[in-house]
Structure formats: C-alpha cells, structure tokens
C-alpha cells in the first residue's frame, strides 16, 4: 500500500483531518496515511510516496512564503517522497471557478528577491494560474485565476528538488469586499473532495 503522510506542524492529536480520516473513510481509501509533525519528520528514518502539505488556516499556523518553503524543503530532504502535494485554499479572480481546482502555472506577485529569478513555474500549462503571495488579497491580482499564500514557494522547492508536484486549491472567496468573511464561512469545506482527488490519483498511480 501506498504510504502517504499528511504534514502538520501539530501532533495528529491537534489535526481534525486526521479524525475526519480515521472515523470516515479509513477502510475505503487505497492509501496508508501517516500524520507526523516537523519535530517527528527530523526524528524518523522513514520514507514516504507522497508528502501532502496543507494549508487552510493561515490564522492557526503561520503559512506564507519562507514557512512553507522551509518546511517543505527540510521534508523533501529528509523523507525523499516522489511527489508532493499542496492541499489549501485560495480567493478567485474569476468568478467561474469554485470547488476544488488544480492548479498548474505558479506565479509570484510579490517579486521576492529570494525566488525573483524564476517568477513563473510551469508544471501543465492547461491547468489554472494562481499567483502567490504574503498578503491577503481583496483586489483582483491580474495575470492568474487564483491567489493564494503558498503555492508557488512550494512548486519551487519541487523545481530545485527534482520532485513531482501537483496543487489543489478550494476557492473559498472571490476576491473583492467580503474576501476575509467568505474566506472564514467556507476554509473547511474542502478537504473531504480534496480527498476523493487523492485516492483517485493514487488508485490510477497503483
């Protein structure tokens, strides 16, 4: 079976996903998860198929550019996975997407002098564009479908690491006056499609 970890910066104890696993859909799904914080990632000798890095809450855990490419560089060092990836969710520009997207052009709004050498990465450029950055947007950010906090400091580390990657993003806002309300009204609700795209890909990787 397929070993997936589910990365938190919490124990599992703290992780609702992991009870929402564990009580709903454990005996269904074709993958092995494991749920290990960056403290028990440094400790373990393990290995992993897949590394999935979520982020819904940036006002729980601090998500942004520098966490997310730090976490999952020191992972992807240390676990060695064939692919990575990044569940969260993201305000849209375009009003004709909602649900779960994935995501395939990764572009950088804030020009960080860290990443500005590469300021698109590309991996299906059929897929929708999301742009990344370190602020909340309330204005339409032109050039991309959506915005998020993370996405493209994520794609990065998978371009140096030679690792596959692919992005999911639940559009919980569409960006404009009432983005941080909609935002709170609807940051849980994807992660249960979230996860039939998962065990979808893993029967077909099988």
Not at 99 to 111: A, H, Q, S
Not at 126 to 154: P, Q, R
Request: net charge negative; with cysteine.
């Amino acid at each position: 079976m397929i070993k997936v970890l589910y990365f938190s910066r919490e124990n599992r104890d703290g992780v609702w996903e992991y009870d929402y696993i564990k009580n709903e859909i454990l005996n269904e799904i074709e993958f092995k998860p494991y749920f290990l914080s960056l403290d028990e990632v440094r400790e373990t000798s393990e290995t992993f198929d897949v590394f999935i890095y979520s982020c819904r809450d940036p006002s729980i855990y601090e998500w942004g550019y520098m966490p997310s490419y730090d976490d999952v560089l020191e992972c992807v060092s240390k676990l060695k996975p064939k692919i990575v990836i990044n569940f969260g969710t993201a305000g849209s520009c375009n009003r004709e997407l909602s649900g779960l997207i994935e995501c395939g052009v990764f572009t950088d709004r804030d020009d960080s002098s860290r990443f500005n050498k590469d300021s698109k990465i590309i991996t299906d450029n059929t897929l929708t564009t999301i742009s990344t950055g370190d602020n909340f947007i309330t204005e339409k950010s032109e050039g991309c479908d959506l915005v998020d906090m993370e996405a493209y400091a994520i794609a990065k580390v998978c371009r140096i690491s030679n690792t596959n990657f692919k992005c999911y993003k639940y559009v919980t806002d569409y960006v404009g006056s009432n983005s941080i309300q909609e935002w709170e009204d609807n940051v849980h609700k994807g992660f249960p499609l979230f996860l039939e795209k998962l065990d979808d890909y893993i029967k077909n990787a099988i």
